[in-house]
């Protein structure tokens, strides 16, 4: 059984890891539409400046990612989620533990990151089929002939990493045009290829690992960790004022 709890405005859902996992499967099953995001601090604040990106989110499966949105739901709703459903260690989990062997389309990253993620991914994961795959530079042009390519491999899910809050984006306007279920994954390409060293499980499991990632990507991180971070609780803050307890 999965809660369901507003986090400055976006609908998020959360619960074990094996609940959230039963419930994408019972709709991949039924080939039910599925759109599933990671809300995390920089994500919310993309809704906060697009309230066009909020809007769409109402359609996604949104699950919580990171200490942020942790200490909101303390903040705003006296409780914690039961745990951290971060999409790097969800996509993996759920791909390991799903009842179904699933056929699958990549599409982001880099196009040596996405090679290796398929070669790895088939090395892991026997019983999956990755049925395509393509790197997440796209130019308009090029949409078109891409979209027919991931319609005719006739995927039962689309793994795309593209960054917020483009990736959630592609999968509202495309899912499911071209495949029914779609999970915004983030740097999960990266981070399964290898291309980018996870932290220490330590620092993972001391909620720090944002700061690990800041420490190796400096220039390309500092906004969206420093200043982000510093938006994102001033707008809980605010938010604690007005006293916005929405809880469904």
Known sequence: ?????????????????????????????????????????????????????????????????????????????????EENLNGTDFVTSYLDSTDHDLRIFLLGARGDVIERTAEKMGQRWPRHTVVGRHHGYLRESDEPSILATIASARADLILVGMGNPRQESWIAAHVPEVCPCGIAVGAWFDFFAEAVPRAPAWIRSARLEWVYRLCLEPRRLARRYLIGNVVFLSRLAAAKVRGDLKTT
């Open 1 to 81: 059984m999965l809660t369901v709890t507003d986090i400055l405005g976006v609908r998020v859902q959360s619960g074990k890891v094996r609940d959230v996992v039963a419930h994408i499967d019972n709709r991949v099953m039924h080939r039910s539409t599925t759109r599933v995001a990671f809300l995390n601090a920089n994500l919310s604040n993309e809704c906060s400046r697009r309230p066009t990106m909020r809007e769409r989110l109402g359609d996604f499966l949104v699950l919580n990612d990171g200490v942020g949105v942790d200490i909101a739901r303390r903040v705003l709703h006296g409780t914690v989620f």
